[in-house]
């Protein structure tokens, strides 16, 4: 249990810190304090924060800069709900308001708003549901053997595939066909079309058209986190922590991995508004020097996405917890007005 004057040091120190990017003196720490004490005294608690874990000396002359635990007992710290100042979080919802209802474009809307306020990594992914609802679907002809098949999905996506056709067709036959099958399968998740489809009697070109059908929708459905927006690498760069030992593009391989992107977001508990993750607290290893802070915006059953923001441990935690949730709360009432 920390004394209250060893959480003000602490707090003092690790705000210089976060400032500056340099170890913190017990000196600095005493002309900021506002307290009566003396550097002496201030270098006698900074020990026995050191001792319990909350700080570190990267030399014995030098000063004290953060740990991951006492990173995680100052932001436990930050009120539950902070907030950006009225002007910041006015913008972001004025430039909500005015945003299309093309889902692929909040994204990147989000994303780029995040990383201007925090000056950092954004990441955030498109609205998607769990399983995704066809809304209808369309047959192009391109030849006589060929043809688009354009899926609608309820979430506002659009996916598209091209079918070599077993016989020769019409445009009035593929249009035809796709009524029928708008008309049935119409709201139906790619197991529903999978029941329908073994209940019914079908053409071979019917049957050719609903598995592929089938098969789009499976793989929208596995790629949920498909392609998330990442703006503010340079952001992130740009932070002293990644200047030296070749750390920047080791940290830009693995930032254009997607499929490690998605595993380094931790989940989120039911209960949980923003989850803020630090340093070693990262399953990856190689974000052992990173902090993630990270919402879940729109339904947890239904249609949904993730906003999160990646930085150094060293980051301004208050400012960036403001900013993802804000950001979060934007895309969820966008995701309700559409769906």
Request: include cysteine; hydrophobic fraction near 45%; glycine fraction near 6%.
């Given at each position: 249990?920390?004394?209250?004057?060893?959480?003000?040091?602490?707090?003092?120190?690790?705000?210089?810190?976060?400032?500056?990017?340099?170890?913190?003196?017990?000196?600095?720490?005493?002309?900021?304090?506002?307290?009566?004490?003396?550097?002496?005294?201030?270098?006698?608690?900074?020990?026995?924060?050191?001792?319990?874990?909350?700080?570190?000396?990267?030399?014995?002359?030098?000063?004290?800069?953060?740990?991951?635990?006492?990173?995680?007992?100052?932001?436990?710290?930050?009120?539950?709900?902070?907030?950006?100042?009225?002007?910041?979080?006015?913008?972001?919802?004025?430039?909500?308001?005015?945003?299309?209802?093309?889902?692929?474009?909040?994204?990147?809307?989000?994303?780029?708003?995040?990383?201007?306020?925090?000056?950092?990594?954004?990441?955030?992914?498109?609205?998607?549901?769990?399983?995704?609802?066809?809304?209808?679907?369309?047959?192009?002809?391109?030849?006589?053997?060929?043809?688009?098949?354009?899926?609608?999905?309820?979430?506002?996506?659009?996916?598209?595939?091209?079918?070599?056709?077993?016989?020769?067709?019409?445009?009035?036959?593929?249009?035809?066909?796709?009524?029928?099958?708008?008309a049935a399968y119409g709201g139906a998740t790619s197991s529903g079309i999978t029941v329908a489809a073994l209940e019914a009697e079908r053409t071979p070109l019917e049957q050719q058209v609903?598995?592929?059908?089938?098969?789009?929708?499976?793989?929208?459905?596995?790629?949920?986190?498909?392609?998330?927006?990442?703006?503010?690498?340079?952001?992130?760069?740009?932070?002293?922590?990644?200047?030296?030992?070749?750390?920047?593009?080791?940290?830009?391989?693995?930032?254009?991995?997607?499929?490690?992107?998605?595993?380094?977001?931790?989940?989120?508990?039911?209960?949980?508004?923003?989850?803020?993750?630090?340093?070693?607290?990262?399953?990856?290893?190689?974000?052992?020097?990173?902090?993630?802070?990270?919402?879940?915006?729109?339904?947890?059953?239904?249609?949904?996405?993730?906003?999160?923001?990646?930085?150094?441990?060293?980051?301004?935690?208050?400012?960036?917890?403001?900013?993802?949730?804000?950001?979060?709360?934007?895309?969820?009432?966008?995701?309700?007005?559409?769906?």
């Open positions: 249990m920390l004394s209250s004057r060893q959480k003000a040091i602490l707090n003092i120190l690790i705000g210089e810190y976060i400032a500056n990017a340099a170890p913190v003196s017990s000196q600095t720490i005493t002309r900021q304090a506002g307290l009566d004490l003396s550097p002496a005294t201030v270098r006698a608690e900074m020990a026995e924060l050191e001792e319990a874990g909350y700080i570190l000396r990267p030399h014995v002359s030098s000063g004290g800069i953060p740990s991951d635990k006492g990173y995680r007992h100052y932001v436990a710290a930050i009120p539950q709900h902070p907030t950006l100042p009225q002007s910041e979080s006015g913008w972001v919802r004025s430039r909500f308001h005015m945003a299309t209802e093309d889902v692929e474009l909040w994204a990147d809307l989000a994303a780029g708003l995040l990383a201007d306020l925090v000056r950092n990594l954004a990441v955030v992914s498109a609205p998607k549901a769990p399983e995704s609802r066809i809304k209808r679907l369309d047959l192009v002809l391109l030849q006589e053997t060929l043809a688009l098949l354009v899926l609608v999905f309820q979430q506002a996506r659009i996916k598209q595939r091209i079918l070599h056709l077993n016989t020769t067709v019409t445009q009035d036959d593929l249009t035809a066909l796709a009524n029928r099958l708008s609903v598995d592929a059908t089938k098969d789009m929708m499976l793989d929208e459905d596995m790629n949920r986190f498909e392609d998330p927006r990442t703006v503010g690498l340079r952001h992130l760069l740009s932070q002293p922590e990644f200047a030296e030992g070749g750390k920047a593009g080791v940290l830009v391989d693995l930032l254009e991995d997607r499929k490690f992107l998605k595993e380094a977001l931790p989940g989120l508990s039911a209960d949980e508004r923003v989850a803020v993750v630090i340093g070693g607290e990262n399953d990856a290893g190689e974000m052992q020097e990173c902090s993630v802070i990270v919402s879940r915006y729109g339904d947890p059953e239904g249609v949904s996405g993730i906003v999160a923001a990646i930085g150094p441990t060293r980051m301004e935690y208050e400012r960036a917890i403001a900013s993802v949730g804000l950001l979060s709360a934007a895309m969820t009432e966008r995701v309700w007005e559409l769906f």
